[in-house]
């Protein structure tokens, strides 16, 4: 079960919604050359899904015709395990990236400001 937390710069004062459990955007896009993870603030991993983009497009010149297919197997499947953890773990792996940058968390929602109330 999914739970809402806020983290707040603590240099501006910005408050920004974060909600933790699984992500979708991460477990279906980030085959993509690693494009969302880049975007969420975690090169690291970013590159690893780069990384294997080359190592699919090396297997076609590396492997022998009769161990492609199962080179490409192999590498789908890897992809697919990525995939899946990183769609569990990388919100958890956003919040630390947040909480390295000095944004702390918040547990509750910023009450709003209120001005003085006019009395009639």
Partial sequence: MSRELFLENPKTGAVKPFRDGFDWILFLFSG??????????????????????VVGLALRWLLPRHWMLTGELVLTLVFFALQLWIGFRGRELMLKSYVARGWRRRERAPRPRQGRRRRP
Avoid: N, Q, S
């Fill in 32 to 53: 993509a050359l690693g494009i969302p993870l880049f975007l969420k603030g975690l090169p690291l991993w970013g590159a690893v899904f780069v990384a294997l983009w």
